[in-house]
Protein backbone atom coordinates (compact mmCIF):
# COMPACT_ATOMS: atom_id res chain seq x y z
CA UNK A 1 0.00 0.00 0.00
CA UNK A 2 1.05 3.76 -0.81
CA UNK A 3 2.10 5.75 1.64
CA UNK A 4 0.22 9.17 1.55
CA UNK A 5 2.01 11.60 3.10
CA UNK A 6 0.04 14.28 5.30
CA UNK A 7 0.76 18.10 6.48
CA UNK A 8 -0.58 19.77 9.17
CA UNK A 9 -0.23 23.68 10.03
CA UNK A 10 3.40 24.48 10.43
CA UNK A 11 4.76 25.51 14.19
CA UNK A 12 6.61 28.49 14.39
CA UNK A 13 10.10 28.65 14.61
CA UNK A 14 10.02 25.71 12.34
CA UNK A 15 10.50 26.58 8.47
CA UNK A 16 9.34 25.04 5.56
CA UNK A 17 12.82 23.94 3.66
CA UNK A 18 10.47 23.48 0.41
CA UNK A 19 9.59 27.32 0.11
CA UNK A 20 11.23 28.94 3.44
CA UNK A 21 9.68 31.53 5.62
CA UNK A 22 8.15 34.12 4.75
CA UNK A 23 10.35 37.05 5.70
CA UNK A 24 8.37 39.57 4.70
CA UNK A 25 5.52 38.58 6.75
CA UNK A 26 7.81 38.50 9.70
CA UNK A 27 9.26 41.96 9.56
CA UNK A 28 5.61 43.22 9.20
CA UNK A 29 4.45 41.04 12.05
CA UNK A 30 6.90 42.49 14.40
CA UNK A 31 6.13 46.02 13.45
CA UNK A 32 2.42 45.49 13.70
CA UNK A 33 2.77 44.21 17.63
CA UNK A 34 4.85 46.85 18.60
CA UNK A 35 2.58 49.51 17.11
CA UNK A 36 -0.23 47.35 18.97
CA UNK A 37 1.40 47.79 22.28
CA UNK A 38 2.81 51.37 22.43
CA UNK A 39 -0.66 52.17 21.69
CA UNK A 40 -2.37 49.53 24.06
CA UNK A 41 0.33 51.58 26.54
CA UNK A 42 -0.20 54.99 25.88
CA UNK A 43 -4.13 54.91 25.86
CA UNK A 44 -3.42 53.11 29.80
CA UNK A 45 -0.91 55.65 30.44
CA UNK A 46 -3.51 58.35 29.72
CA UNK A 47 -6.41 56.88 31.66
CA UNK A 48 -4.42 56.53 34.29
CA UNK A 49 -2.34 59.85 34.61
CA UNK A 50 0.97 58.10 34.55
CA UNK A 51 4.11 58.03 32.17
CA UNK A 52 3.92 55.42 29.24
CA UNK A 53 7.38 53.16 28.52
CA UNK A 54 7.64 54.54 25.67
CA UNK A 55 8.15 57.98 27.12
CA UNK A 56 9.92 56.72 30.10
CA UNK A 57 12.70 55.03 27.97
CA UNK A 58 13.02 58.20 26.19
CA UNK A 59 13.74 60.29 29.33
CA UNK A 60 16.25 57.72 30.41
CA UNK A 61 17.81 57.92 27.05
CA UNK A 62 18.36 61.83 27.40
CA UNK A 63 19.34 61.49 30.87
CA UNK A 64 22.20 59.37 30.19
CA UNK A 65 23.40 61.25 27.04
CA UNK A 66 26.78 62.80 26.88
CA UNK A 67 26.50 66.57 26.87
CA UNK A 68 28.31 66.73 23.58
CA UNK A 69 25.21 64.73 22.05
CA UNK A 70 22.72 66.93 24.08
CA UNK A 71 24.09 69.94 22.54
CA UNK A 72 23.98 68.74 19.00
CA UNK A 73 20.71 67.89 19.38
CA UNK A 74 20.29 71.43 20.54
CA UNK A 75 22.42 72.69 18.31
CA UNK A 76 20.61 71.03 14.87
CA UNK A 77 17.17 70.47 15.99
CA UNK A 78 17.13 74.11 18.05
CA UNK A 79 13.42 73.58 19.81
CA UNK A 80 12.29 70.69 17.81
CA UNK A 81 15.08 68.79 19.32
CA UNK A 82 12.24 66.31 21.42
CA UNK A 83 10.45 66.01 18.40
CA UNK A 84 13.56 64.24 16.74
CA UNK A 85 14.19 62.52 19.81
CA UNK A 86 11.28 60.76 19.67
CA UNK A 87 10.59 60.46 16.21
CA UNK A 88 14.40 58.57 15.93
CA UNK A 89 13.46 56.22 19.37
CA UNK A 90 10.12 54.99 17.64
CA UNK A 91 11.52 54.43 14.20
CA UNK A 92 14.64 52.32 16.59
CA UNK A 93 11.68 50.83 18.46
CA UNK A 94 9.99 49.65 15.49
CA UNK A 95 13.55 48.36 13.74
CA UNK A 96 14.16 46.22 16.93
CA UNK A 97 10.39 44.81 17.01
CA UNK A 98 10.70 43.72 12.85
CA UNK A 99 13.97 42.18 14.01
CA UNK A 100 12.17 39.97 16.93
CA UNK A 101 9.27 38.69 14.37
CA UNK A 102 11.99 38.33 11.51
CA UNK A 103 13.27 35.80 13.98
CA UNK A 104 10.50 34.52 16.08
CA UNK A 105 9.48 32.92 12.53
CA UNK A 106 12.23 31.20 12.44
CA UNK A 107 12.92 30.27 15.79
CA UNK A 108 9.91 31.38 17.76
CA UNK A 109 11.32 31.54 21.51
CA UNK A 110 14.47 33.43 20.13
CA UNK A 111 12.14 35.93 18.35
CA UNK A 112 9.63 36.52 21.76
CA UNK A 113 13.32 36.55 23.78
CA UNK A 114 13.89 39.89 21.70
CA UNK A 115 10.62 41.10 22.55
CA UNK A 116 11.08 40.27 26.35
CA UNK A 117 14.44 42.23 26.06
CA UNK A 118 12.43 45.32 24.87
CA UNK A 119 10.01 44.68 28.03
CA UNK A 120 12.91 44.19 30.17
CA UNK A 121 14.22 48.13 29.66
CA UNK A 122 11.03 49.31 29.49
CA UNK A 123 10.14 48.28 33.19
CA UNK A 124 13.93 49.34 33.99
CA UNK A 125 12.83 53.27 32.56
CA UNK A 126 9.12 52.91 34.10
CA UNK A 127 10.90 52.11 38.22
CA UNK A 128 13.72 54.69 37.61
CA UNK A 129 11.08 57.49 36.51
CA UNK A 130 11.20 59.99 38.87
CA UNK A 131 7.55 60.25 41.24
CA UNK A 132 7.09 57.24 39.83
CA UNK A 133 4.27 54.95 41.46
CA UNK A 134 2.77 51.21 41.51
CA UNK A 135 0.38 52.87 39.36
CA UNK A 136 3.11 53.24 36.63
CA UNK A 137 3.25 49.47 36.00
CA UNK A 138 -0.49 49.44 34.00
CA UNK A 139 1.03 50.83 30.84
CA UNK A 140 3.84 48.09 30.99
CA UNK A 141 1.67 45.56 31.80
CA UNK A 142 -0.78 47.06 28.72
CA UNK A 143 2.23 46.97 26.56
CA UNK A 144 3.54 43.29 27.07
CA UNK A 145 0.36 41.62 27.09
CA UNK A 146 -1.04 43.56 23.93
CA UNK A 147 2.52 43.53 22.38
CA UNK A 148 3.82 39.91 22.87
CA UNK A 149 0.02 38.53 22.40
CA UNK A 150 0.00 40.41 18.99
CA UNK A 151 3.10 39.13 18.24
CA UNK A 152 2.87 35.89 19.13
CA UNK A 153 -0.15 35.61 16.86
CA UNK A 154 0.89 37.13 13.76
CA UNK A 155 3.80 35.22 13.83
CA UNK A 156 2.01 31.58 13.94
CA UNK A 157 0.16 32.65 11.02
CA UNK A 158 3.51 34.12 9.37
CA UNK A 159 5.32 30.73 9.72
CA UNK A 160 3.20 28.75 7.74
CA UNK A 161 4.15 27.62 4.46
CA UNK A 162 4.51 30.47 1.76
CA UNK A 163 3.33 28.41 -0.82
CA UNK A 164 -0.22 27.50 1.25
CA UNK A 165 -3.04 30.24 0.46
CA UNK A 166 -5.00 29.78 3.25
CA UNK A 167 -1.47 30.16 4.92
CA UNK A 168 -1.42 33.72 3.24
CA UNK A 169 -4.78 34.16 3.95
CA UNK A 170 -4.56 33.81 7.80
CA UNK A 171 -2.11 36.02 8.44
CA UNK A 172 -3.35 38.83 5.96
CA UNK A 173 -6.21 38.48 8.40
CA UNK A 174 -4.64 38.46 11.58
CA UNK A 175 -2.67 41.78 10.11
CA UNK A 176 -5.74 43.51 9.48
CA UNK A 177 -7.45 42.97 12.69
CA UNK A 178 -4.37 44.01 14.68
CA UNK A 179 -3.90 47.28 12.22
CA UNK A 180 -7.30 47.95 12.54
CA UNK A 181 -7.63 47.54 16.49
CA UNK A 182 -4.66 49.87 16.51
CA UNK A 183 -5.72 52.31 14.18
CA UNK A 184 -9.05 52.22 17.05
CA UNK A 185 -7.12 52.70 20.04
CA UNK A 186 -4.86 55.61 18.12
CA UNK A 187 -8.75 57.63 17.54
CA UNK A 188 -9.14 57.00 21.04
CA UNK A 189 -6.18 59.21 21.94
CA UNK A 190 -7.46 61.75 20.37
CA UNK A 191 -10.88 62.07 22.00
CA UNK A 192 -9.60 60.83 25.42
CA UNK A 193 -10.08 64.11 27.67
CA UNK A 194 -7.75 66.42 28.14
CA UNK A 195 -4.91 66.09 30.66
CA UNK A 196 -6.62 67.97 33.96
CA UNK A 197 -3.55 70.60 33.92
CA UNK A 198 -4.92 71.62 30.20
CA UNK A 199 -8.53 71.77 31.58
CA UNK A 200 -8.05 73.87 34.66
CA UNK A 201 -5.61 76.13 33.03
CA UNK A 202 -8.24 76.99 30.39
CA UNK A 203 -10.91 78.34 32.95
CA UNK A 204 -8.11 79.64 35.18
CA UNK A 205 -8.58 83.51 35.94
CA UNK A 206 -5.50 84.78 37.91
CA UNK A 207 -5.71 87.67 40.35
CA UNK A 208 -4.62 91.05 39.25
CA UNK A 209 -1.10 91.83 40.25
CA UNK A 210 -0.60 94.12 43.53
CA UNK A 211 2.35 95.57 42.08
CA UNK A 212 1.66 95.55 37.95
CA UNK A 213 4.56 96.00 35.42
CA UNK A 214 4.85 99.46 34.13
CA UNK A 215 3.61 100.17 30.44
CA UNK A 216 6.54 98.70 28.19
CA UNK A 217 8.59 101.02 25.94
CA UNK A 218 7.65 101.68 22.30
CA UNK A 219 9.30 99.55 20.05
CA UNK A 220 11.54 100.94 17.46
CA UNK A 221 10.13 101.40 14.08
CA UNK A 222 12.30 99.24 11.64
CA UNK A 223 10.30 96.21 9.73
CA UNK A 224 11.26 92.79 10.71
CA UNK A 225 12.18 93.99 14.09
CA UNK A 226 10.86 91.14 16.38
CA UNK A 227 8.45 92.95 19.27
CA UNK A 228 9.48 93.83 22.72
CA UNK A 229 7.58 91.14 24.47
CA UNK A 230 7.82 87.49 22.56
CA UNK A 231 4.07 85.92 22.37
CA UNK A 232 3.94 82.81 24.71
CA UNK A 233 3.54 80.60 21.86
CA UNK A 234 6.87 81.75 20.08
CA UNK A 235 8.76 81.69 23.39
CA UNK A 236 11.95 79.29 22.74
CA UNK A 237 11.57 76.02 25.19
CA UNK A 238 14.75 74.01 25.74
CA UNK A 239 14.19 71.37 28.89
CA UNK A 240 14.75 67.80 29.41
CA UNK A 241 10.96 66.66 29.92
CA UNK A 242 10.50 64.47 26.50
CA UNK A 243 6.60 65.04 27.37
CA UNK A 244 5.14 68.03 29.25
CA UNK A 245 4.52 66.92 32.73
CA UNK A 246 0.58 67.13 33.67
CA UNK A 247 0.45 68.89 36.92
CA UNK A 248 -2.82 69.33 38.54
CA UNK A 249 -3.23 73.08 40.68
CA UNK A 250 -5.15 71.19 42.83
CA UNK A 251 -2.76 68.38 43.74
CA UNK A 252 0.27 70.72 43.69
CA UNK A 253 2.35 71.65 46.68
CA UNK A 254 5.29 73.30 47.13
CA UNK A 255 7.93 72.15 49.39
CA UNK A 256 10.15 74.78 51.11
CA UNK A 257 12.73 72.59 52.95
CA UNK A 258 16.06 72.30 53.93
CA UNK A 259 19.02 74.88 55.83
CA UNK A 260 15.17 76.42 57.34
CA UNK A 261 13.62 77.34 60.51
CA UNK A 262 10.04 76.79 59.65
CA UNK A 263 9.58 74.18 56.48
CA UNK A 264 6.81 75.19 54.87
CA UNK A 265 4.49 73.32 52.27
CA UNK A 266 2.05 75.80 49.95
CA UNK A 267 -0.59 74.83 48.11
CA UNK A 268 -1.46 76.78 44.39
CA UNK A 269 -4.40 78.66 46.15
CA UNK A 270 -1.57 79.61 49.18
CA UNK A 271 0.38 81.17 46.26
CA UNK A 272 -2.96 83.17 44.77
CA UNK A 273 -3.95 84.44 48.01
CA UNK A 274 -0.67 86.10 48.57
CA UNK A 275 0.20 89.78 46.98
CA UNK A 276 1.34 89.02 42.80
CA UNK A 277 4.34 90.95 41.21
CA UNK A 278 4.32 91.53 37.32
CA UNK A 279 7.56 91.87 36.12
CA UNK A 280 9.19 91.94 32.66
CA UNK A 281 12.13 89.47 32.68
CA UNK A 282 14.40 87.96 29.83
CA UNK A 283 15.21 84.68 30.36
CA UNK A 284 18.10 83.02 28.25
CA UNK A 285 19.39 79.26 27.81
CA UNK A 286 22.79 78.96 28.15
CA UNK A 287 23.05 76.79 24.96
CA UNK A 288 22.46 79.98 22.72
CA UNK A 289 24.86 80.39 20.28
CA UNK A 290 26.45 83.51 19.77
CA UNK A 291 23.60 85.63 17.83
CA UNK A 292 21.16 82.42 18.19
CA UNK A 293 17.45 82.90 19.22
CA UNK A 294 17.33 80.80 22.44
CA UNK A 295 16.49 83.56 24.48
CA UNK A 296 12.93 85.82 25.07
CA UNK A 297 11.60 88.65 27.03
CA UNK A 298 8.31 88.10 28.45
CA UNK A 299 5.77 89.73 31.03
CA UNK A 300 5.80 87.42 34.24
CA UNK A 301 2.99 87.03 37.25
CA UNK A 302 4.02 85.81 40.81
CA UNK A 303 5.29 85.72 44.03
CA UNK A 304 8.92 86.87 45.23
CA UNK A 305 11.27 83.56 46.10
CA UNK A 306 12.73 86.17 48.62
CA UNK A 307 9.58 86.50 50.59
CA UNK A 308 8.75 82.50 50.82
CA UNK A 309 12.13 82.34 52.19
CA UNK A 310 12.03 85.07 54.45
CA UNK A 311 8.99 83.23 55.77
CA UNK A 312 11.17 80.00 55.99
CA UNK A 313 13.82 81.59 57.94
CA UNK A 314 16.75 80.88 55.91
CA UNK A 315 20.03 79.28 58.13
CA UNK A 316 23.24 80.30 58.49
CA UNK A 317 25.66 78.72 56.11
CA UNK A 318 23.17 78.20 53.36
CA UNK A 319 24.23 79.64 49.95
CA UNK A 320 22.51 77.86 47.45
CA UNK A 321 18.70 77.18 46.95
CA UNK A 322 17.81 73.42 45.30
CA UNK A 323 14.80 73.63 42.83
CA UNK A 324 13.20 70.40 42.25
CA UNK A 325 10.45 70.18 39.14
CA UNK A 326 7.52 67.68 38.95
CA UNK A 327 9.46 65.28 36.56
CA UNK A 328 12.58 65.08 38.80
CA UNK A 329 15.39 68.05 37.01
CA UNK A 330 17.03 69.88 39.63
CA UNK A 331 18.76 72.68 39.17
CA UNK A 332 21.20 74.89 42.16
CA UNK A 333 20.70 78.47 42.47
CA UNK A 334 22.68 81.11 44.16
CA UNK A 335 20.76 82.07 47.54
CA UNK A 336 21.84 85.85 46.89
CA UNK A 337 20.49 85.50 43.52
CA UNK A 338 17.33 85.07 45.23
CA UNK A 339 17.05 87.38 47.93
CA UNK A 340 19.42 90.34 46.76
CA UNK A 341 16.14 92.47 45.95
CA UNK A 342 16.04 91.54 42.23
CA UNK A 343 12.67 90.06 41.00
CA UNK A 344 12.93 86.47 40.94
CA UNK A 345 9.50 85.13 41.25
CA UNK A 346 7.63 81.85 41.35
CA UNK A 347 5.66 82.44 38.20
CA UNK A 348 1.99 81.32 38.21
CA UNK A 349 1.40 83.53 35.07
CA UNK A 350 3.19 84.58 31.53
CA UNK A 351 2.06 87.64 29.02
CA UNK A 352 -1.21 87.90 30.84
CA UNK A 353 -2.64 84.42 31.32
CA UNK A 354 -2.06 81.37 33.55
CA UNK A 355 1.49 79.73 32.55
CA UNK A 356 1.42 77.68 29.73
CA UNK A 357 2.19 73.68 29.81
CA UNK A 358 5.20 74.42 28.09
CA UNK A 359 6.66 76.65 30.62
CA UNK A 360 5.65 75.45 33.48
CA UNK A 361 1.97 75.43 34.93
CA UNK A 362 1.47 75.74 37.20
CA UNK A 363 4.38 76.99 38.92
CA UNK A 364 7.92 77.69 37.69
CA UNK A 365 11.00 80.00 38.35
CA UNK A 366 11.83 83.48 37.11
CA UNK A 367 15.15 84.58 38.42
CA UNK A 368 16.94 87.45 36.11
CA UNK A 369 20.09 87.65 35.58
CA UNK A 370 21.36 83.66 35.72
CA UNK A 371 20.75 81.03 32.70
CA UNK A 372 18.35 79.06 32.69
CA UNK A 373 19.62 76.22 33.74
CA UNK A 374 20.38 77.56 37.16
CA UNK A 375 17.95 79.60 37.74
CA UNK A 376 14.64 78.92 35.23
CA UNK A 377 13.20 75.69 37.16
CA UNK A 378 9.49 74.78 35.53
CA UNK A 379 6.66 72.47 37.03
CA UNK A 380 8.06 73.26 40.47
CA UNK A 381 7.67 70.82 43.54
CA UNK A 382 10.57 71.87 46.21
CA UNK A 383 12.91 74.24 46.95
CA UNK A 384 15.72 73.34 49.11
CA UNK A 385 17.38 75.21 51.42
CA UNK A 386 21.29 74.29 51.03
CA UNK A 387 24.68 74.68 49.91
CA UNK A 388 26.58 73.97 46.65
CA UNK A 389 28.94 71.82 48.76
CA UNK A 390 26.21 69.23 49.86
CA UNK A 391 24.63 68.32 46.19
CA UNK A 392 25.35 68.49 42.38
CA UNK A 393 22.14 69.58 40.13
CA UNK A 394 21.07 68.20 36.99
CA UNK A 395 23.71 69.99 35.01
CA UNK A 396 26.26 70.28 36.66
CA UNK A 397 27.38 66.95 37.31
CA UNK A 398 27.31 66.38 33.25
CA UNK A 399 30.47 69.68 33.31
CA UNK A 400 28.30 73.37 33.67
CA UNK A 401 29.12 75.65 35.50
CA UNK A 402 28.07 75.50 39.45
CA UNK A 403 26.63 79.16 38.86
CA UNK A 404 25.80 80.35 35.52
CA UNK A 405 25.26 84.82 34.69
CA UNK A 406 23.97 85.71 31.93
CA UNK A 407 26.68 87.09 29.84
CA UNK A 408 26.73 90.55 28.17
CA UNK A 409 25.72 90.45 24.55
CA UNK A 410 23.52 91.15 21.65
CA UNK A 411 21.91 89.93 18.29
CA UNK A 412 21.63 90.88 14.28
CA UNK A 413 18.37 90.45 13.53
CA UNK A 414 17.58 92.51 10.54
CA UNK A 415 17.88 92.43 7.63
CA UNK A 416 17.31 88.72 7.79
CA UNK A 417 17.79 87.68 4.71
CA UNK A 418 21.76 87.79 3.03
CA UNK A 419 20.77 89.80 -0.43
CA UNK A 420 19.61 93.37 0.19
CA UNK A 421 19.00 96.20 -2.22
CA UNK A 422 21.47 99.37 -2.33
CA UNK A 423 20.58 102.03 -0.75
CA UNK A 424 18.88 103.00 3.27
CA UNK A 425 18.83 100.02 5.00
CA UNK A 426 18.11 99.67 8.48
CA UNK A 427 20.66 97.03 10.88
CA UNK A 428 18.64 96.50 13.89
CA UNK A 429 18.55 93.76 16.71
CA UNK A 430 18.46 93.66 20.38
CA UNK A 431 20.72 93.65 23.27
CA UNK A 432 21.24 92.55 26.89
CA UNK A 433 23.23 93.08 29.82
CA UNK A 434 20.72 91.34 32.89
CA UNK A 435 20.55 93.26 36.06
CA UNK A 436 22.98 95.41 34.65
CA UNK A 437 21.30 96.92 31.92
CA UNK A 438 22.61 98.04 28.19
CA UNK A 439 24.41 101.23 27.98
CA UNK A 440 25.28 101.52 24.41
CA UNK A 441 25.59 99.02 21.15
CA UNK A 442 27.80 99.80 18.66
CA UNK A 443 27.75 98.04 14.85
CA UNK A 444 31.10 97.90 12.48
CA UNK A 445 30.49 97.67 8.96
CA UNK A 446 33.19 95.62 6.91
CA UNK A 447 36.32 97.53 7.61
CA UNK A 448 34.70 100.45 8.79
CA UNK A 449 34.93 102.38 12.18
CA UNK A 450 32.61 101.31 15.01
CA UNK A 451 29.17 103.21 15.28
CA UNK A 452 27.03 103.87 17.85
CA UNK A 453 23.01 102.10 16.93
CA UNK A 454 20.37 103.94 18.29
CA UNK A 455 18.68 102.23 21.81
CA UNK A 456 14.94 101.98 22.24
CA UNK A 457 14.08 103.62 25.76
CA UNK A 458 15.19 101.17 28.58
CA UNK A 459 12.37 98.97 30.25
CA UNK A 460 14.02 97.21 32.55
CA UNK A 461 17.81 96.15 33.71
CA UNK A 462 16.51 93.21 33.87
CA UNK A 463 15.20 93.10 29.88
CA UNK A 464 16.68 93.25 26.63
CA UNK A 465 16.89 96.53 24.77
CA UNK A 466 16.46 97.44 20.92
CA UNK A 467 18.81 98.96 18.54
CA UNK A 468 19.20 99.79 15.27
CA UNK A 469 21.37 101.80 12.88
CA UNK A 470 20.51 103.08 9.18
CA UNK A 471 22.88 102.24 6.96
CA UNK A 472 23.28 103.72 3.33
CA UNK A 473 24.27 100.59 1.51
CA UNK A 474 26.09 100.59 -1.91
CA UNK A 475 26.68 97.20 -3.51
CA UNK A 476 29.43 95.15 -2.86
CA UNK A 477 29.90 91.96 0.28
CA UNK A 478 30.00 93.23 3.56
CA UNK A 479 30.46 91.94 6.90
CA UNK A 480 28.52 93.53 9.91
CA UNK A 481 29.53 93.05 13.70
CA UNK A 482 27.63 94.04 16.71
CA UNK A 483 29.19 94.48 20.14
CA UNK A 484 27.38 95.61 23.58
CA UNK A 485 28.54 97.29 26.70
CA UNK A 486 27.06 97.28 30.14
CA UNK A 487 26.39 100.17 32.22
CA UNK A 488 29.36 99.15 34.14
CA UNK A 489 31.80 100.24 31.06
CA UNK A 490 32.16 96.18 30.31
CA UNK A 491 31.80 95.56 26.37
CA UNK A 492 31.13 91.96 25.71
CA UNK A 493 34.41 90.34 24.53
CA UNK A 494 35.29 89.21 21.09
CA UNK A 495 36.97 85.89 22.13
CA UNK A 496 35.22 83.16 20.60
CA UNK A 497 33.95 80.31 23.13
CA UNK A 498 31.38 77.65 22.78
CA UNK A 499 28.59 77.31 25.08
CA UNK A 500 30.42 75.01 27.67
CA UNK A 501 30.43 75.61 30.69
CA UNK A 502 28.76 79.01 31.45
CA UNK A 503 27.63 80.44 27.55
CA UNK A 504 28.81 81.35 25.01
CA UNK A 505 31.10 84.71 24.33
CA UNK A 506 32.12 85.93 21.01
CA UNK A 507 30.71 89.30 18.59
CA UNK A 508 27.80 88.52 16.26
CA UNK A 509 27.88 89.25 12.94
CA UNK A 510 26.52 88.17 9.85
CA UNK A 511 27.13 88.80 5.84
CA UNK A 512 25.27 90.97 3.55
CA UNK A 513 25.29 91.20 -0.08
CA UNK A 514 24.04 94.66 -1.30
CA UNK A 515 23.01 94.41 -5.17
Not at 287 to 293: A, E, I, M, Q, T
Not at 304 to 316: N, S, T
Not at 361 to 366: D, G, I, K, L, W
Not at 427 to 434: E, K, R
Request: proline share 8%; net charge neutral.
Amino acid sequence: MQRVATQGPARPGRRDRATGAPGAAGWLAGILAAAAGLIASELVARLSGTVSPFVAVGNRAVDLSPTPVKEWAIATFDTADKAVLLGGALIVVLALAALAGAVAVRRFTAGMLIGVGLAALALLAVVFEPGGSAAALLPLAALVIVGLGALRLLVTAAAEPASGPDGRRRFLVRAGGVAAATAVGGLLLGVLPEPAATRVRRALRLPAPTRPAAAPPPALPVPELGPHIVPSDSFYRIDTALVVPDVDPADWTLRVTGLVDRPLTLSFADLLARPLVERRVTLACVSNPVGGDLIGNATWLGVPIAEILAEAGVQAGADAVKSTSADGWTCGTPLAALTDGRDALLAVGMNGEPLPAEHGFPVRMVVPGLYGYVSATKWLAELEVTRFADFAAYWTVRGWSEQGPVKTSCRIDVPRESQVPAGRVWLAGVAWAQHTGIDRVEVQIGDGPWQAAELADEDTIDTWRQWRLAWDAVPGEYRVTARATDRTGATQTSEVRGVLPDGATGWPSRTYRVA
